[in-house]
């Protein structure tokens, strides 16, 4: 009996070890990062797609858009903040800086009839910057509308400061729209740490530029509008 028991735990030992063993290979085949030391994340990041200095191409469940995704980002899906998706037309997401809670962005895929774009564009910045006048680039396939401000409340009232000199922008808003389809994505950052220097500054507009840049659409067809 006694020799019967330790071969159950010989057995169960030897398969713990086995089961660790292949696990501890399975993770280290993933980037050391953030972004891929969170299992729901990396489950949209293509780890041996490393598109840029600390960036990985980040591929929607839509399957619609693909775009760059900070490493050291981590996506939120619990509770209000929980990560969204409705079939091949909405999602959302938000991802927040692993380094600082109170750096994030949010992402949001949709379908908007194409003739009315001018008008969600108009909306979409008079509701965030009081502004309908936003920085336009054009590619080839995508025009991308954004923004970007140094924003504070004063009590409950949010005060948008988008002078040049000054200030340091710590919230951009973007609205991209797809020059073939009628898909879109808005996008939003919001860094409500300490404020930075000018340096650090142009450190975060680049970065965010890529971001903005690096949208790519997959021509989804929405045959109801």
């Not at 969170?38 to 990985?56: A, E, Q």
């Not at 469940?61 to 969204?84: A, D």
């Not at 910045?125 to 336009?136: G, L």
């Amino acid at each position: 009996m006694k020799k019967h028991t330790k071969t159950i735990i010989a057995l169960i030992i030897g398969v713990t070890i086995l089961i660790g063993g292949v696990w501890i290979i399975n993770e280290s085949r993933y980037p050391n990062v953030p972004a891929f030391n969170n299992h729901f994340t990396r489950k949209f990041l293509n780890k041996d797609k490393k598109v840029d200095d600390g960036f990985y191409e980040f591929e929607s469940k839509t399957g619609q858009y693909t775009m760059w995704f900070p490493e050291e980002y981590q996506l939120v899906h619990e509770n209000e903040q929980r990560y969204v998706k409705e079939g091949k037309l909405y999602e959302r997401y938000r991802a927040v800086s692993n380094s600082n809670e109170l750096e994030y962005m949010t992402v949001e895929f949709s379908n908007k009839i194409k003739k009315n774009e001018s008008i969600y564009v108009e909306r979409m910045f008079q509701e965030q910057f009081n502004s309908n006048k936003p920085y336009k680039i054009e590619t080839r396939n995508v025009s991308i509308y954004y923004d970007k401000a140094y924003t504070y409340f004063k009590g409950t009232n949010k005060q948008v400061n988008r002078k040049k000199e000054g200030y340091v922008p710590n919230e951009y808003v973007a609205y991209i729209a797809d020059k073939h389809s009628n898909s879109v994505i808005k996008f939003y950052f919001d860094n409500v740490k300490a404020e930075l220097n000018e340096r650090q500054g142009r450190e975060q507009d680049k970065r965010i530029m890529k971001i903005l840049k690096s949208v790519q659409f997959n021509d989804f067809k929405d045959t109801r509008n």
